[in-house]
């Protein structure tokens, strides 16, 4: 069975700080990965999607990487803004079908 | 632009009672599913579907019936609610393979 882990689960910084939250899970056999943002009382968005065959993918400040062979991914968010201060979850499509998530970091970024 | 659709937005419960937790989406996506969240243990998967007519169970299924006769429409009834099934839920939907996936805003739900 597919777990995913996300470490830490929470996470402080001052603004303008580059951070990095970690996603690992334990079957390499993966569709994909996503990185998602949630607000509080709010949905889920997108933000970054990494097929199985790429390494990574970057928009705008972020950057997520993909290591398949050892079940991890990250996601880089540089120059740390209070806006950007949610909850990220990361989620995996193992059988294309439906998603697995991780129980997600929750970020502050204080100014 | 709607997206995905969730109704209601927040709904108390009576144990035993029963009820209808509405999604709809506009994009014309095979791909729906529901989740429910709940502090400390994450998204899980309730139940999902691939298309019209085709709906498959997922982690936490018990309790949750689901049906899907129309691409645009995923409901999730519950049969008889229980305090454990006090929670936010949400559904999604996405193209084939997750590429484009989109979340309601979700439900509350309180079972007293």
């Known amino acids: 069975k597919q777990e995913v882990t996300q470490i830490p689960a929470a996470l402080s910084v001052p603004e303008g700080e580059n951070l990095v939250l970690n996603c690992s899970f334990t079957d390499s056999a993966i569709y994909n990965l996503q990185w998602f943002r949630q607000d509080p009382g709010k949905g889920l968005t997108s933000l970054l999607l990494i097929q199985s065959s790429q390494r990574e993918q970057t928009s705008g400040r972020l950057n997520a990487s993909l290591d398949k062979s050892s079940g991890r991914s990250t996601l880089y968010i540089a120059a740390s803004q209070p806006g950007d201060s949610a909850t990220y979850l990361c989620?995996?499509?193992?059988?294309?079908?439906?998603?697995?998530f991780g129980k997600g970091t929750t970020l502050s970024v204080s100014s | 632009n709607a997206g995905v659709t969730q109704t209601p937005k927040f709904q108390v419960l009576k144990t035993g009672q029963s009820m209808t937790l509405q999604c709809a989406q506009d994009?014309?996506?095979?791909?729906m599913s529901w989740y429910r969240q709940d502090p400390g243990m994450g998204l899980r998967l309730i139940h999902y579907?691939?298309?019209?007519?085709?709906?498959d169970q997922g982690e936490v299924p018990n309790g949750y019936n689901v049906s899907r006769s129309t691409t645009e429409d995923f409901p999730l009834r519950l049969l008889s609610a229980a305090p454990s099934q006090t929670s936010v839920y949400f559904c999604a939907s996405s193209t084939p393979g997750y590429t484009e996936a989109f979340f309601g805003q979700g439900t509350r739900l309180t079972v007293v």
């Open positions: 994009m014309n996506h095979e791909y």
């Open positions: 579907s691939v298309g019209a007519g085709i709906t």
């Open positions: 989620a995996i499509n193992q059988a294309g079908t439906a998603l697995i």
